[in-house]
């Protein structure tokens, strides 16, 4: 065997996103016992930054130690037992997986779908809901296999007023557009470290409310998953000083996600924000001035994940390998019915910026008309500099 050099690539998939090199600096620095005082107060300080970045003061948030899936899998097994009514909203990949995962806990699934690339529908979730009397609503804030948006604010009202508890899926919402998990009055809410915080794959950080940990704290059965067993969890997480062994804590990957908070702070929350709106309106402009149109209408567009429709006669996963080979750069390909029918661009975190705009625009633009497909590549830079005038 022999060390392993992975290639420098241009991450503008839905994630994982660029890693900036303090983070990665940061992921290098000499590893400590997951109990030492030290740690501890590193701990201390990534909830008390987990809470202000979900705008959770009053819910328990610590980063789960896996990755975002493990966030969903946390949330559905621990607030779900046999025989719980759950209404899953489904208009992407990520709520039938939310779906499957509810019916593996032995709950009786109800399933309210929608077109995907479309958002959730209030009107048909609350039909649903007031069909029977419910323990849990879950729902994708952004969905990451179409780049549509749902209002969670709305989908979390509903919740309340038929006496469910809310899960919501902010896997690639986080640090990309609003996540005010006090304002929506949410239960359960999750995400990853690989999206728009710009930290490596593997930790999922989750933020509970009090009516969720007395609904875990009062199950009649042991919640179906050892590792993200809240009620064992926080025996680790939960106390300053006062932590027992639960598991070895992934300590360099939270010497990441520590730091990516630090960065994320530092530039603020807001101008993060309008960081990735603006670059999304950059992309989009240039996008379209190419000749290209988006799956999502623009009112329920991601600035952080932009589904590009494929265009007639053209092979994706040529273009895809194509941008990949000449430019470093990598984009996503379309899951189950969007598959060879779309790209999904990333503009996450470090990966939202001017400059990955432009080398996306000039690089997509070479690899259509490798195809013959005449796109309007200087038409399309001239729009998204336009933007970012």
Known sequence: MQSFQPPRRILMGPGPSDVSPRVLSALARPTIGHLDPQFQELMEEIK???????????????????????????????????????????????????????????AEVVKVEFEWGKPVDPAAVEEALKAAPTKVFAFV???????????AATLCGLARKYGALSIVDCVTSLGGITVDVAAWDADAVYSGTQKCLSAPPGLSPIALSKRA??????????????????????????????RTYHHTAPINALYGLHESLVALFEEGQQAVLVRHARTHEALAAGIEAMGLKFLVAEKDRLPQLNAVIVPDGVDEAAVRAYVLDKWDLEIGAGLGPLKGKVWRIGLMGASATPWHVRLCLNALSEALAAQGFKADGPAGLAAAEAKLA
């Not at 804030?141 to 209002?151: F, I, N, Y």
């Not at 609904?215 to 025996?235: H, P, Q, Y």
Request: glycine share 14%; charged share 20%; aromatic share 6%.
């Open 141 to 151: 804030h952004a969905e990451t296999s179409t780049g549509a948006r749902s209002d």
């Open 48 to 106: 008390g930054a987990l809470a202000r970045l979900f705008n959770a003061p009053d819910h328990a948030c610590v980063p789960l130690p896996a990755p975002g899936t493990a966030g969903m899998e946390a949330a559905i097994m621990n607030l779900l037992e046999p025989g719980d009514r759950a209404v899953i909203a489904i208009n992407g990949a990520f709520g039938g997986r939310m779906a499957d995962m509810a019916d593996r806990a032995g």
């Open 213 to 242: 940990q007395e609904a875990i704290a009062g199950r009649k059965t042991k919640v179906r998953n050892w590792l993200c067993d809240f009620n064992l969890l926080m025996s680790y997480w939960g106390g300053d000083g006062g």
